[in-house]
């Protein structure tokens, strides 16, 4: 090959190195320009998912937090319900004795013949009556008949065979059970529960 041939031949591969050398860094810009689009994306894709996760984490949260604070609102109404009964009870139970205690009185004949009273009045119509004391108030139990018996003379008034199982009071009944009134200590203080449950509420 001539000198002249041997330069021409120089040129041509310098210009075809120019060429690929351009179309390597055009392909170079290009792939850095997709990478650097696809890790945009990438990046604006984990942000929004991040975000729908720290707000779906939240809501969960505050849900959570609702039903912690309902759930102890709930326990607190239960245990101030339960406060309440206990003090109700207590209430209930030192009324029964202080009603109980009424037997150390010397004029607890009066007040059994008040009770007496009140609870044949509360049985109209009836022609006998059994009443039945409780043990304190078994020695009571015959000047009571006399009593009853000279306030109510159409009714015939008989004692029982043995007391009742109540701490105090009576019970008056008719000879076949199927009426009774109950005149105990235990049923005088339930009769004031609702009115101690309602001077428990408005203390608490």
Avoid: C
């Amino acid at each position: 090959m001539r000198e002249g041939d041997n330069g021409k031949v120089g040129a041509l591969r310098d210009l075809l190195l120019d060429r690929a050398d351009s179309q390597k860094e055009a392909l170079i810009h290009s792939a850095e320009a997709e990478a650097e689009r696809w890790r945009r994306a990438e990046e604006a894709r984990i942000d929004q998912q991040i975000a729908l996760i720290l707000e779906e984490s939240e809501s969960r949260a505050q849900e959570i937090r609702r039903r912690q604070i309902a759930a102890a609102e709930r326990d607190r109404s239960l245990e101030r319900i339960r406060l309440q009964n206990l003090l109700l009870d207590e209430a209930l139970r030192r009324l029964e004795e202080a009603l109980a205690a009424l037997a150390l009185r010397p004029d607890y004949g009066d007040i059994l013949f008040g009770l007496a009273l009140e609870a044949v009045e509360a049985l109209p119509g009836v022609e006998a009556l059994l009443v039945r004391p409780g043990p304190r108030e078994w020695p009571h139990l015959s000047g009571l008949l006399v009593r009853l018996g000279q306030a109510f003379p159409s009714i015939a008034f008989e004692g029982a065979s043995e007391p009742a199982s109540i701490l105090g009071g009576l019970w008056i009944e008719t000879p076949d059970g199927r009426r009774r009134l109950l005149a105990d200590w235990h049923s005088k203080a339930s009769e004031f529960r609702e009115r101690l449950a309602d001077a428990l509420l408005a203390t608490h």
